[in-house]
């Protein structure tokens, strides 16, 4: 079966996370990428914000690269709403930060949802800095995505409240417990 490399730099990068997505997904390693950096800057219709790559010379973002079976391809479209909200794009990447560029996958935010106002909810965050953890990107990748303030989740938001379940269950199946300073509100 053909696969195909994937960038993963925000909630994805949590093997557990991906894996209910992708189950095929597989993880090759942590890697870099040059002119890009992680921002919470995309309008979720949860009403958060969830992280996208924004180019900028001089910057560096680290992810995750994971090899995943070409069939599921749609799938991952779909959970990152491409190409309406997401376009996939391929960038390379250099494995551990080092060596040869490799040509992956990933999602940039389009133009239309980005946003500088919002946050990202606490579980969201969460998903973010559990993967950067989990598979050991360097600590100023891992201070990025976990500090900063949240948003508090609306009353009754039935999105919200699931896209929560479904985060806490991937971290719990990683064995990951919410920082203290982001409760899940």
């Given at each position: 079966?053909?696969?195909?490399?994937?960038?993963?730099?925000?909630?994805?990068?949590?093997?557990?996370?991906?894996?209910?997505?992708?189950?095929?997904?597989?993880?090759?390693?942590?890697?870099?990428?040059?002119?890009?950096?992680?921002?919470?800057?995309?309008?979720?219709?949860?009403?958060?914000?969830?992280?996208?790559?924004?180019?900028?010379?001089?910057?560096?973002?680290?992810?995750?690269?994971?090899?995943?079976?070409?069939?599921?391809?749609?799938?991952?479209?779909?959970?990152?709403?491409?190409?309406?909200?997401?376009?996939?794009?391929?960038?390379?990447?250099?494995?551990?930060?080092?060596?040869?560029?490799?040509?992956?996958?990933?999602?940039?935010?389009?133009?239309?949802?980005?946003?500088?106002?919002?946050?990202?909810?606490?579980?969201?965050?969460?998903?973010?800095?559990?993967?950067?953890?989990?598979?050991?990107?360097?600590?100023?990748?891992?201070?990025?995505?976990a500090a900063g303030q949240n948003m508090?989740?609306?009353?009754?938001?039935?999105?919200?409240?699931?896209?929560?379940?479904?985060?806490?269950?991937?971290?719990?199946?990683?064995?990951?417990?919410?920082?203290?300073?982001?409760?899940?509100?």
């Open positions: 079966m053909s696969r195909f490399v994937y960038f993963a730099y925000g909630s994805n990068m949590l093997t557990q996370r991906l894996a209910a997505r992708c189950p095929s997904a597989e993880v090759i390693g942590r890697a870099e990428a040059t002119g890009v950096y992680v921002s919470y800057c995309l309008a979720s219709s949860d009403g958060s914000a969830k992280a996208g790559l924004r180019r900028a010379t001089g910057k560096t973002a680290w992810g995750v690269l994971f090899s995943i079976d070409l069939d599921e391809s749609g799938v991952l479209d779909r959970f990152e709403g491409a190409p309406k909200v997401y376009q996939r794009a391929q960038i390379d990447v250099r494995p551990d930060g080092s060596g040869a560029p490799v040509s992956a996958a990933t999602y940039l935010p389009q133009p239309g949802y980005i946003v500088e106002n919002r946050l990202p909810y606490a579980w969201y965050r969460a998903l973010c800095a559990g993967g950067a953890r989990q598979h050991a990107l360097p600590e100023g990748a891992v201070a990025l995505l508090k989740m609306p009353v009754g938001s039935v999105r919200a409240v699931e896209g929560q379940r479904r985060a806490l269950s991937a971290l719990d199946a990683a064995g990951i417990a919410l920082d203290q300073e982001a409760p899940v509100s």
